[in-house]
């Protein structure tokens, strides 16, 4: 009888560990699958600007983000950089304004206790660009050389704004853009 019990609980726990490792590999697999990856050595490089390439992450938070509801920082040119800061929020990046072939200094600030595992990291396709955020400055660099609005996310595609890309910093239509300082 003892015998047949141990047997039984052998049974079970090895029951348990396949269960676990069939878990573990399924939860892997979406990680890892094409539509819901980030890797932290590249960013997709088939990546669009489409809203529709934007929100893969199944976190519930899909929504399509109008370019046209959000404020903009514009960005000031300084020694022949174009310099532009935003205050990361637990939920949401800022949108910005920048010029197009003047080289930018995007400073996304992140204060104390604001991160969380779905704002840690943008991903910004259009410029090929990746980072993973820190409590304090986090400057990203980059040159746009066409003008238009790229869409830019957290590392998950759920955090979602905008850079708008304009011929002229100092002509925008502010009756399209909302533009905050």
């Given at each position: ?15 348990t560990i396949a269960v676990t490792i069939v878990i573990s590999m399924s939860i892997i697999s979406m990680v890892f699958s094409d539509n819901n990856s980030y890797s932290s050595s590249k960013v997709e490089q088939n990546s669009t600007d489409n809203d529709s390439e934007v929100g893969g992450c199944g976190c519930g938070n ?120």
């Open positions: 009888m003892k015998t047949l019990k141990k047997i039984k609980q052998i049974n079970w726990s090895v029951v899909n929504s399509t983000v109008n370019s046209k509801d959000l404020e903009y920082k514009k960005a000031t040119v300084e020694n022949n950089y174009q310099i532009v800061e935003i205050e990361v929020q637990s939920s949401s990046f800022g949108a910005i304004i920048v010029q197009k072939d003047i080289p930018v200094k995007f400073n996304l600030k992140v204060k104390q206790n604001i991160l969380n595992g779905c704002n840690n990291a943008i991903i910004i396709p259009k410029f090929n660009i990746e980072k993973d955020l820190k409590e304090g400055n986090n400057v990203v660099e980059f040159t746009p050389s066409e003008t238009g609005e790229f869409q830019y996310s957290c590392w998950m595609r759920m955090l979602k704004s905008y850079i708008v890309v304009v011929d002229d910093i100092n002509n925008i239509d502010e009756s399209i853009y909302k533009i905050i300082n």
